[in-house]
């Protein structure tokens, strides 16, 4: 059987506006999963933070005068020390 143009008519899927890149918004089982939270820690205290801009703003109202700390961790128990 041969459909001739004028017998053809668009699925209902295949009509209306294209569809977002963000598939998402119709099909959020299509989301690429979330990346790894990273935590950025505060070296003066223990508050931790979601973004590096939110780290650099608690350091300079919270800690303004403190020099920085580098501390050491012992890979095999975990114990902290300020000079290797």
Excluded: D
């Excluded at 598939?23 to 299509?30: A, K, S, V």
């Amino acid at each position: 059987m041969v459909i001739e143009l004028e017998e053809w008519a668009p699925m209902p899927w295949q009509m209306g506006p294209p569809l977002p890149k963000s598939m998402g918004i119709y099909w959020p089982w299509l989301k690429a999963p979330a990346p790894p939270e990273v935590i950025y820690s505060c070296p003066y205290c223990e508050a931790e933070f979601a973004t590096e801009a939110e780290l650099q703003a608690h350091i300079a109202t919270a800690h303004p005068a403190e020099p920085p700390q580098i501390i050491y961790m012992c890979p095999y128990c975990g114990a902290k020390f300020s000079t290797m």
